[in-house]
């Protein structure tokens, strides 16, 4: 056999191990989670409570986070993905390129800092101003400081790890059940939950806070009986919320979703969920 023949064989199986292992793993690598950004005042916060050593298990992988779930199953790991930092921005600032690539390089630094503006904001927003509506508890998002001890965490496969939360940006919030799986099981509370939902969105709206992604089939749940907003990096300060067309259009396109599962699983509350709707829109 040729030698570029075994090459090209040898680089397929490579390729293809590469792909399996991303694949069992949901993508997730410890250098995926790991910052290089400059310090920022804005983004220093003040937590109220100790942050509570035990291991965590892989949970789930979204567009903006690593998901892991407590050993005491009370609460969920959120560990920002960082992929798209290679080489680093301060790197990246600092290293010599041909003057053509300038406008490249400024592309680039500041579509990160976008980024993680707009996600950081969010989470910062949640912690500060809905950590009732998000159970949100503990946020990070300057990992310059020897605060906080290093963390055990096992990745999908059951691969252990050692995390360092001193350089790794994280958020910590109680641990919800998604809402319609919630509700699957307990249709006796469907009545409770829809005067929540109601709630949770209305004082959301009053705040002048805004969700970009108001998807409630995946992104709100239930912890104690209550609707919390578990996807937390979409909010954003719009002070037109506050307005009744705005907030009319949130809350009605918002509960869509219960509206549809209550046709389908509990009908005879579909007047008790008009009356609602009416009631907070004030019509």
Known sequence: MKVWTKFFLAALLFLGMEKLIRTQTD??????????????????????????????????????????????????????????MTPSSQILAKIPLPKFLD????????????????????????????????????????????????????????????????????VLQRKADLIFSYLQNHKEETQEIIDSLFSCITHRCNLGIANNDPIVYRNFGIHNKKVVEIDVGSFAKNPYMKNPLPFKREVFYETLELREWIAQHVPELCDYFEQKLLEVLQI
Not at 42 to 61: A, C, I
Not at 66 to 84: G, M, N, P, R
Not at 124 to 147: D, S, W, Y
């Open 103 to 170: 406008p490249f390089r400024k592309k680039v630094l500041k579509g990160r800092e976008k980024r993680m503006e707009s996600i950081f904001s969010s989470n910062l927003i949640a912690f500060q101003e809905l950590p009732q509506q998000t159970g949100v508890i503990h946020l990070n998002i300057n990992p310059k400081e020897e605060r906080y001890p290093k963390l055990t965490i096992y990745d999908k496969i059951g691969v252990r790890h050692t995390l360092d939360l001193n350089h790794t940006p994280f």
């Open 27 to 84: 993508g997730f690598r410890i250098e995926k989670t790991k910052a290089d950004f400059p310090y920022r005042k804005e983004w220093e916060v003040e937590n109220p409570s100790e942050f509570k050593q035990q291991p965590y298990y892989f949970l789930g992988s979204g567009v903006q986070c690593y998901a892991f779930l407590s050993e005491d199953q009370t609460t969920v790991l959120k560990i920002f993905k960082h992929y798209h």
